[in-house]
Nanobody, 125 residues
Framework: QVQLVESGGGLVQAGGSLRLSCAAS????????MGWFRQAPGKEREFVAAIIWNGAITSYADSVRGRFTISRDNAKNSVYLQMTSLKPEDTAIYYC??????????????????WGQGTQVTVSS
C-alpha cells in the first residue's frame, strides 16, 4: 500500500492562496488515482478533487471548481492542490488519498485505499 504525507497547510486570509502537497512512498505512485478530501469541524469528510494516474482527467466538487486545481508529478511521487480565492468556508483538515485504480476518477471515500494524516487549512475573514 502507498503511504501518503500531506504538507503546505496553514493560516491564510480570505482571498489568499495556498498550495498543498502530498508525497507518496511505497507502491508505484502511477498505479494510483489520487484525490483530496476535507473535513470541517462538526461536518463529515467531503470530496474536493480527484485526478487519474497520468493527470489527463480531473474532477472537482462544485464548491471549489474554478478556484482549486489538482495536479500530479509522477516523477516526484507527488500530488498537489493549488487553492486560490480562499474563503472562510474552506477551513478544514485536508486529506490526500490514493485509489488502487489508476484510470478511475474516484469521488467517494470508499473508493480510496490509502489516506494521509491530514493538514490543517484555516482561512480567516
Amino acid at each position: 500500500q502507498v503511504q501518503l504525507v500531506e504538507s503546505g497547510g496553514g493560516l491564510v486570509q480570505a482571498g489568499g492562496s495556498l498550495r498543498l502537497s502530498c508525497a507518496a512512498s511505497g507502491r508505484t505512485f502511477s498505479n494510483y488515482a489520487m484525490g483530496w478530501f476535507r473535513q470541517a469541524p462538526g461536518k463529515e469528510r467531503e470530496f474536493v478533487a480527484a485526478i487519474i494516474w497520468n493527470g489527463a482527467i480531473t474532477s472537482y466538487a462544485d464548491s471549489v471548481r474554478g478556484r482549486f486545481t489538482i495536479s500530479r508529478d509522477n516523477a516526484k511521487n507527488s500530488v498537489y492542490l493549488q487553492m486560490t480565492s480562499l474563503k472562510p468556508e474552506d477551513t478544514a483538515i485536508y486529506y490526500c488519498a490514493g485509489a488502487w485504480a489508476p484510470r478511475v476518477l474516484a469521488r467517494t471515500e470508499r473508493e480510496y485505499d490509502a489516506w494521509g494524516q491530514g493538514t490543517q487549512v484555516t482561512v480567516s475573514s
